[in-house]
């Protein structure tokens, strides 16, 4: 009785009204599967420049897409030389002007023959690389491009002077000397064929300096060094009209307003640079055709001086190289150029505005 007693007194104690106690159960967390890496699929290595979609390609654009046979062949023969030299297949393949700037700017390893015209463009628009030029002629004169020279009335003595004034030109003449030139020029000079300076044509030389000496005309463009020659010629004609003159007498009248460029090539003057010595054309030359290269992110130095140099071996050979140059390049050498050769022509023809690409 008495261990009841002091049971009940316990309870008594702990529990009170207090009602019955709430029971906790823990929170079920969720098993969570670890996730495991996936291996990425095998991918194939990039191929190496020279390779696949890296082909190096040679692009020939000197006689445009309707190349020679012999052209075509001595392609086959460079390609060949090229893949045992440097034990790396380039492509020799023949295109015009419009696709190998294209394909020079494209992010493709590509060189090209091209105009100096395109080299700018191409220079313009993605830095490309000149290495070698074309020479054509025989010592003692060895000719890097073209140029002509104006030849004008006393009274003017500026090529701006010829705005509002008349330029003549023959339809005997070349299409360089008595078109491209002197549009070239006067463009550079901010004068406009046309517009702020006429035009008009005459349909043989002789014609031409008549108007010239007589007044109808105020400019002409002669090809270099042939100034003397047209001077006695037209002294002759006068005198055949009926009129009394010497070479002294239309001297006074007409004069050399704008000296034809230095298009001879000459040795001494070649620059010594750190990147190897080059060839500087002066003003108021158009250089002939130029080896271009892909800019360097595209073709690295040393591949390009690499593939350079069999370039101008294979051109330079001693037993064959004459015929490889006439066939492949219709010239007579090569000689090493840089960005800096093209200064004076590039300035001529940007302040033109000229773009002979035929290209957006």
Known sequence: MGILLLLLIVLAGCGGDDGPDRVVFATEIPVTVTPRSTPLPPV???????????????????????????????????????ADELDLTIRVRFTNETEALAALCSGAPRAAWVSAYTYVKAQQLCEAVPVLAMQRGRTPRVVIGQTAEIVSRVAVERIDQMRANTFCRSTDQDYFTGWVYPELLLTSNDLNLGTDVSVAEYPRLIDMGRALYHGDCNAIA???????????????????????????????????????GNIVFDDDDMIEADEGD????????IPY????????????????????????????DRVD???????????????????????????MLLGAGWDMTATD
Not at 289 to 316: G, H, Y
Not at 321 to 341: F, I, K, W, Y
């Open 278 to 285: 080059y060839y500087p054309y002066g003003d108021g030359v």
């Open 321 to 347: 190289g004459d015929t490889r140059l006439e066939d492949l390049l219709d010239a007579t050498g090569v000689m090493p150029v840089q960005a800096a050769s093209y200064d004076s022509f590039s300035t």
């Open 289 to 316: 055709e130029v080896l271009v290269f892909a800019p360097d992110s595209v073709i690295p130095d040393q591949l390009r001086q690499d593939i350079t140099s069999v370039i101008e071996d294979f051109l330079n």
């Open 44 to 82: 194939a290595n990039a191929p190496q420049l020279g390779e696949g979609p890296r082909q190096i390609e040679l692009l020939m654009a000197v006689f445009g897409d309707d190349a020679p046979r012999d052209a075509r062949n001595t392609g086959i023969d460079l390609q060949s030389e090229l």
């Open 222 to 260: 002669l090809p270099p060094d042939e100034f003397d020659d047209f001077v006695a010629d037209l002294t002759d004609q006068l005198n055949t009209d009926g009129e009394s003159i010497t070479t002294d007498d239309l001297e006074k009248v007409i004069h050399v307003l704008q000296p034809a």
